[in-house]
């Protein structure tokens, strides 16, 4: 009780509320601009928190951190280019919804999920962060290939009546993942002799190029006039009924996204791809997913803010990170002279206790700007497709650019936007193609790493318990979903 | 779509070939004798895309044709976009970011039909904006010289 005393007293200056407020404004807008996230929106106010006090820097950072996790979903649902990596499968239900009108009702399910997958893994970081962080130093090489299978394997429930050509897409992109510098050796796969190509294909103009240039193509042929018609464009709020129907799913896409931000190394994007693929497989309306579900949106939102939590524990805990923006944490953790760490909760109970107190402010206020929010952004999805088309494809192009500086990056978006396009146009489905993009990495090092260790045996996958568990999860999955698929009509 | 879908797996395969080919030049060190070399991933996923692909050739061979191919629309208009998008490309780090953006943005939206005044308009807040956002609060590097190689800028 003294320790959160403490805590809470550090937040009791003008500063520090007015740090959150400023990191969650920022933190939405970074999120929402594709190009920009949360990694790159702390990396740029860190300079900022040299002169400031530590709770007031840690105060700006986190909410900034928290506030981005929710932002990448408000483009991703109203103009179908995702903010963040991780908002890539909330674009998979948003944007339908916002084709059917529903763009309010969407908005509202995202802040509201987030919300709370950010408050859940706030109170399981402070409840249990000790003992899961012995679950984060479990996983190896091993249990790292095992689990990007799993992600894999969500694959084949995904793309019903058109798995084939779901393995297909996802195959070229794990394919396209092994372009670039080898891992492991250092050899050239791929790469022609372009340098822009030695760090492989980035994720990010990828995304873009898949969701956003693909669609902004669409537009320019079928010259649609309006995205939907006018009279189906509602403010539908969600009703507390609603909302209460889908507390199971809430609470599993919330736990879901905790324990995968506590695994070092898988970050949201990880997260919501297997939440998404678990509350499908549980829901009573599957079907419904990939065409407007908001169960859909609400497992992808939840999740990805409950990775803010869950990757502290170890950062908190070990002083490892839990993904990229924890990294980055760590370097201004340590510009205040703070070092991370078991000693940490000893040495200086003020601000692992201030930190929790940051962590729930900042949600309360999320929200809170979250849903004022909502009816900006129903004006954004008014305007006409002929003017939204190039401002999308304006944004992504300088979203693109500024990932590395490279105008390289921006030809690969243009060029993923051309196959997004044709792809759809032969109806191979783009999901599984962005699920091998974040995966693909982290499979074929881990794998290698794994078969480094045990000397050339694959039976170390089955020898660990998490890895056996994870393969065993995943031959079932993928068995039943190609089973349902061969039993159901053919697919063009 | 059943002629689609074999054209698209036939360039699938011969990109599998490509690259199983390609992959022969990755040369394994002496430490990878019981472990993957380089060359094995890429060639698994290959022969795996290769198998997938006839599999779905052969589905869609069985397939009866069912008349349906793959609406382009306005293939001209997308077309023109794309060389506007290109120029944009090719022109972002020799012209300067403002020049490049406002040029593009202003065409495409007159592609789309959109009224002259208004392009001007809207290219014009886009451009500020991106520069008073990215540039100024964000201090992000964008290219901000007008014709650097013209100019004579170092």
């Known amino acids: 009780m003294e320790n959160w005393m403490l805590g809470v007293s550090q937040l009791a200056h003008w500063q520090p509320i007015l740090a959150i407020f400023a990191g969650v404004t920022m933190g939405i807008f970074v999120g929402a601009m594709p190009g920009l996230s949360a990694p790159t929106g702390v990396a740029l106010l860190i300079p900022f928190t040299y002169g400031l006090n530590p709770i007031t820097s840690l105060a700006l950072l986190l909410s900034l951190y928290t506030a981005a996790e929710y932002g990448g979903s408000i483009t991703a649902i109203t103009i179908a280019t995702p903010g963040t990596p991780a908002a890539a499968m909330t674009a998979v239900d948003g944007y339908p919804l916002t084709q059917k009108g529903q763009a309010g009702r969407a908005l509202r399910i995202s802040i509201y999920s987030s919300t709370f997958g950010g408050l859940f893994s706030t109170i399981i970081l402070i409840l249990f962060s000790i003992p899961l962080a012995r679950v984060a130093i479990e996983f190896g090489p091993v249990e790292y290939f095992s689990l990007g299978v799993f992600g894999l394997s969500i694959i084949a429930s995904l793309t019903r009546g058109l798995w084939l050509k779901g393995i297909l897409a996802a195959l070229v992109g794990l394919l396209i993942k092994t372009i670039g510098t080898d891992p492991l050796t250092g050899n050239q796969r791929f790469t022609f002799g372009w340098p822009l190509l030695w760090d492989g294909v980035s994720f990010l103009p990828v995304m873009l190029g898949l969701f956003a240039i693909s669609e902004v193509f669409f537009v320019i042929t079928t010259e649609t006039k309006r995205r939907f018609s006018e009279t189906s464009i509602t403010t539908d709020k969600i009703s507390w009924a609603e909302f209460w129907s889908l507390r199971k799913s809430l609470l599993r896409s919330s736990i879901i996204g905790t324990i995968v931000g506590i695994v070092p190394g898988a970050g949201a994007s990880i997260g919501s791809i297997i939440a998404y693929n678990e509350i499908r497989r549980t829901s009573k309306n599957p079907e419904e997913f990939g065409k407007g579900s908001i169960e859909g949106v609400m497992a992808c939102e939840a999740a990805n803010n409950a990775t803010v939590g869950g990757a502290l524990v170890p950062l908190l805990t070990l002083g490892i990170p839990g993904s990229g923006t924890t990294a980055i944490l760590i370097g201004a953790l340590m510009m205040q002279n703070i070092f991370p760490g078991p000693l940490l909760f000893s040495r200086r109970p003020d601000i692992v206790y201030g930190i929790f107190t940051i962590l729930f402010v900042a949600n309360i206020i999320m929200l809170g700007a979250g849903i004022l929010g909502v009816r900006f952004w129903l004006r954004v999805v008014r305007v006409s497709p002929s003017i939204l088309a190039p401002l999308i494809f304006g944004i992504s192009f300088i979203g693109a650019y500024t990932l590395n500086g490279s105008i390289g990056d921006v030809g690969i978006m243009l060029l993923a936007g051309l196959l997004g396009f044709i792809m759809r146009k032969f109806n191979y489905p783009l999901l599984p193609m962005v699920i091998a993009l974040v995966l693909g990495y982290m499979v074929e090092v881990s794998l290698r790493r794994a078969l480094i260790l045990s000397d050339g045996s694959f039976l170390i996958f089955v020898t660990s318990p998490l890895s056996a568990a994870l393969l065993f999860i995943t031959v079932i999955s993928l068995a039943w979903a190609i089973y349902r698929d061969l039993k159901s009509p053919q697919a063009p | ?154």
């Not at chain 2, 689609?4 to 390609?22: H, N, Q």
């Not at chain 2, 293939?75 to 976009?81: D, E, I, N, S, T």
């Open chain 2, 1 to 154: 779509m059943r002629r689609g879908d074999i054209v698209i797996g036939g360039l699938l395969v011969l990109l599998s070939v490509a690259v199983w080919v390609g992959a022969a030049s990755f040369e394994a060190g002496t430490a990878m004798v019981k472990t993957f070399s380089p060359a094995y991933y890429p060639r698994f996923v290959a022969g795996t895309i290769a198998f997938c692909a006839i599999l779905n050739m052969l589905r869609s061979y069985r397939t009866p044709a069912d008349g349906i191919a793959p609406e382009w629309g306005n293939w001209r208009k997308l077309l023109l976009c794309t060389v506007v998008m290109t120029f944009q490309l090719l022109t972002f780090e020799e012209a300067g970011f403002f020049p490049s953006t406002w040029v593009s943005l202003t065409l495409l939206l007159w592609i789309l039909n959109v009224r002259p005044v208004r392009c001007i308009l809207i290219s014009s807040g886009f451009v500020l904006f991106i520069y008073l956002f990215f540039v100024r609060l964000l201090q992000l590097q964008l290219p901000m010289e007008f014709f650097p190689a013209f100019f004579g800028y170092s």
